[in-house]
């Protein structure tokens, strides 16, 4: 089948609707008049970059902040005078876990952020059968992807112009883990966090 060559009026037409689309102007407005209008109205309003602003928001809410910092200026306090320390006072970690009521003063080595495993077994010996089973399977699953990630992270060294570049994997002696509780209680974190 031979194309006929398409009329000045059609590539027009197309190009106008196209412009349209483009400017998301619904084509019942634009065809209100003809296609043909001559009508010189401006479709969009020209602006200099001196009359844009910028709308930065900032993403988290300044009470919020201010309060994380606080907190954050209390763990780094030093306990033996009012200077400031990078690392976090154990005293004052236990002193903000207390009053937030993440660690409860009432429950046994409520002086401590260490969970005992004698602890931690007689917490899940307390849970319900489907409670064990639930943490169990989503175990299982976490262990199954964490080792077949493992696998997929290896030692890899590549030469480079000037030199040799590359990453080692190296076991650690220890490691932390956050397990949120208190008001939020979050196991999967808990697991994920841990198993992996």
Do not use: W
Not at 4 to 21: E, G, R, S, W
């Amino acid at each position: 089948m031979k194309h006929q060559p398409l009329h000045q009026t059609t590539v027009f037409t197309v190009a106008y609707l196209l412009t349209l689309l483009l400017l998301h102007i619904p084509t019942s407005t634009a065809f209100s008049a003809s296609v043909t209008n001559t009508n010189t109205d401006t479709m969009l309003t020209r602006r200099t970059p001196d009359e844009v602003q910028l709308e930065i928001k900032d993403p988290v809410d300044p009470t919020a902040l201010t309060q994380a910092k606080a907190i954050l200026d209390e763990l780094r306090a030093t306990d033996s005078s009012s200077q400031q320390s990078s690392s976090c006072s154990p005293t004052a970690l236990l002193s903000v876990a207390h009053r937030l009521g993440d660690i409860p003063k009432d429950t046994p080595n409520s002086d401590t952020y260490i969970v005992t495993p004698d602890r931690c077994k007689a917490a899940f010996d307390s849970l319900t059968e489907e409670e064990r089973t639930s943490l169990l399977n989503i175990h299982g699953r976490v262990k199954a992807f964490a080792e077949a990630q493992r696998k997929s992270v290896v030692d890899v060294e590549v030469d480079i112009p000037g030199g040799k570049a590359g990453q080692t994997v190296s076991p650690c002696k220890a490691a932390g883990c956050y397990a949120p509780g208190g008001r939020y209680p979050l196991p999967s974190s808990v697991i994920m966090t841990a198993v992996t």
